[in-house]
């Protein structure tokens, strides 16, 4: 059975009146306590994330934190946890993101409707067309920008030129003359057109406090945002040392740096496989698997999709729901067009500011072409005075 992570925690059994203590592990689909007790009626039960209505932070009537779950017909108490907080975090991430999971549907016999299949490639079509189009505005820019840097080097020539004019004509003692600095800024990379987003848990250390926040990937640099939308960590992809997956679910970026202090930040996510096969494709030789389940590492190497390796991970015989019927778009096309669609708003919102740079770029060409012209002339007019 796959866990995402396990504490130590106490239970509070209704109908005994008493705590009884145990280990609460999170799988991607359900919690689970089991009572540390060798007799044969133990507790021992399973909450899927479907079943769940509330998660919140109380207290016991003898003022002790506790962390409850509320169901249709239940609510379960668990206490004794070494940080509630932390536990309350992790719990909240996989309960939203399995309520747009589609593991709830049958492997074997996915909902496919006609019209959801059409809409999914008309999507996908669409963002084959808007990647081609960020690809070729790219080459756009980098064209642009080494335009914008030939026409800085023909102004430094021209300077040169000036220069050597004037000095013919006047005195030895005058060769230090001032010339026009004319300079065009070209960064040195363009921003990153491509980027995706993921939400994540996050924390600096194993001992630090565990905070929801969303990791943006870009061509070459992974970003990490609190709830705030605050930037808490970046790392340019080159710069990382490594990265080592404990889990399908749980990861850490490891940087090393001369003159500062190391940087360990781990990162749980449902949908960390998504993550991880973007950036196999950067920096897989970084990339280390600590005992990886069957399959993990064969599966990111063939770009299988996030619902098939879920599927191949979930060895426990558990996929007993199945679809009761079709409908116009199922939750399985339905989450996988949302997913489609979050990526090409972010992809339009770098091709709209790379656009803006562009334009601005061309607008600062223009200008310096004119200005190269006329000191052209000038200088033109100056040597048929010397001839």
């Known amino acids: 059975m796959a866990k995402v992570r396990e504490w130590k925690a106490s239970y509070y059994v209704e109908t005994k009146r008493v705590w009884v203590y145990g280990s609460l592990f999170i799988n991607p689909r359900f919690i689970c306590f089991t009572e540390e007790s ?16 509330e998660i919140k932070k109380e207290t016991t009537t003898v003022f002790y934190s506790a962390l409850t779950v509320r169901t249709k017909d239940k609510k379960h108490w668990f206490s004794s946890l070494q940080s509630r907080t932390n536990t309350f975090n992790v719990l909240e991430h996989f309960w939203k993101e399995a309520l747009f999971s589609t593991s709830s549907e049958s492997p074997s016999n996915p909902s496919v409707s006609p019209g959801g299949q059409e809409l999914l490639n ?41 220069t050597l004019i004037h000095s013919l004509g006047a005195w030895v003692n005058q060769w230090n003359l001032e010339t026009p600095n004319i300079y065009i800024n070209v960064p040195e990379t363009t921003d990153d057109i491509a980027k995706t987003e993921f939400p994540i848990i996050y924390a600096n250390g194993r001992k630090s406090k565990k905070e929801p926040g969303a990791a943006v990937l870009s061509n070459h640099k992974l970003e990490i945002f609190n709830a705030e939308r605050q930037a808490i960590f970046e790392f340019e992809l080159k710069r990382v040392n490594e990265i080592v997956i404990h889990t399908p679910w749980e990861m850490t ?16 996510s449902a949908r960390l ?44 015989g558990e996929y007993k729901i199945s679809s009761k019927g079709l409908k116009t778009v199922s939750d399985r096309e339905a989450a996988e067009m949302t997913q489609i669609l979050q990526d090409m708003k972010s992809m339009a919102l770098g091709i709209q500011n790379e656009q803006t740079r562009q334009l601005g770029q061309l607008d600062c060409l223009s200008d310096s072409l004119d200005k190269a012209n006329e000191r052209v002339r000038k200088d033109a007019k100056n040597i048929i005075k010397l001839l």
Request: charged fraction near 25%; glycine fraction near 6%; include cysteine.
């Open 122 to 162: 008309l999507l996908n079509d669409s963002a084959t067309v808007l990647s081609t189009s960020a690809r070729a505005i790219e080459r756009q820019g980098k064209q642009i920008d080494h335009a914008c840097q030939t026409m800085n080097k023909l102004h430094n020539d021209l300077g040169v030129a000036e």
């Open 273 to 316: 496989v998504q993550l991880l096969s973007r950036l196999e494709v950067a920096i897989g030789s970084k990339m280390i698997f600590e005992d990886p389940p069957e399959g993990v590492s064969k599966a990111l190497n063939r770009h299988r999709s996030d619902d098939e390796l879920t599927n191949s991970l979930q060895v426990d």
């Open 253 to 268: 970026i490891n940087r090393a740096s001369i003159g500062q202090p190391d940087c360990h930040v781990i990162i749980m």
């Open 38 to 53: 060798e007799a044969s009626n133990r507790i021992n039960f399973k909450v899927y994330f479907g079943e769940f209505l």
